[in-house]
């Protein structure tokens, strides 16, 4: 591990916006602040909206300065990346926003029932060999169902054809409610202003996926709690990179 990378860390176990529960530390030791993230943290009634794999937290730094009335946590397990937003935070005397790091399997051990009403994935690994590691996995929303308010927002924001085709299926073939969804997010018209807003907040890497001349994907959907979520058995087709500079490794064409 680089100085750089030990610095940071050593910064953030005294920063107090920043709660650190990798899944080794969480298995033995209870979240205590599980249900009560409003009256011991943000010390208010306002709304949760939690960003999953935030990374260096620049969308929840700018959100939550977008939205005073509102909380924002990133989570990621990437502590030396989150380190960037957390301390801009704090620079910036941000109150309404928290950073939590831990792994985004055991997500549902850090809220209790209703304490969420929005969820962002931003730019998340597409996970293309994996179904079960994918955001928008019946695995991952079913823990959402356990946090979420019922019928809450889940919105997607992504530069990967592939978790876009994945997930417009998921919501498909699960009936879920569709907010909204465009394949070209920067050339769509008849977004309204306040949309528009929130989605023009570009972060480090989407930068770098515009120049690279790919088009940015959105959309938010309804995730209600009842109904038993299935995994649509479709062939979509694979990116051919895996992350920005990193071409895909499998020599496939196509995965469920």
Same mark, same amino acid.
């Given at each position: 591990m680089s100085k750089g990378k030990l610095a940071k860390f050593a910064d953030m176990a005294t920063y107090e916006n920043v709660f650190q529960y990798p899944f080794s530390v969480v298995e033995h030791v209870p979240?205590?602040?599980?249900?009560h993230w409003r009256e011991q943290y943000f010390k208010n009634d306002n709304p949760i909206v939690i960003e999953l794999g935030c990374g260096k937290g620049e969308y929840t730094v700018e959100l939550a300065k977008l939205y005073p009335d509102m909380n924002f946590i990133g989570v990621d397990i990437k502590g030396a990346r989150m380190w960037t937003g957390a301390t801009q935070a704090l620079k910036?005397?941000?109150?309404?926003?928290a950073f939590l790091r831990t792994n985004i399997e055991i997500i549902d051990r850090f809220f209790a029932e209703d304490e969420? /009403?929005?969820?962002?994935?931003?730019?998340?690994?597409? /996970?293309?060999?994996?179904?079960?590691? $994918?955001?928008?996995?019946?695995?991952?929303?079913? $823990?959402?169902?356990?946090?979420?308010?019922?019928?809450?927002?889940?919105?997607?924001?992504?530069?990967?054809?592939f978790l876009f085709t994945y997930t417009t299926y998921m919501v498909e073939h699960n009936r879920l409610p569709l907010l909204f969804r465009t394949e070209d997010l920067y050339h769509t018209e008849g977004i309204d202003d306040a949309t528009r807003k929130i989605l023009s907040i570009q972060t480090y890497y989407e930068s770098m996926w515009i120049? $690279?001349?790919?088009?940015? $994907?959105y959309m938010k959907f309804h995730l209600p709690r009842t109904g038993e979520l299935q995994e649509p058995e479709v062939e979509i087709e694979l990116d051919d990179y895996r992350s920005y500079h990193r071409t895909k490794r499998s020599s496939l064409d196509k995965a469920k």
């Open positions: 979240f205590d602040m599980q249900g910036e005397g941000l109150k309404n926003v969420v /009403q929005e969820i962002w994935l931003t730019f998340s690994d597409p /996970q293309m060999k994996n179904p079960r590691k $994918r955001l928008t996995s019946t695995y991952f929303m079913e $823990r959402y169902r356990h946090f979420l308010v019922d019928g809450g927002i889940v919105h997607l924001k992504t530069d990967s054809n120049a $690279r001349g790919l088009n940015i $994907r």
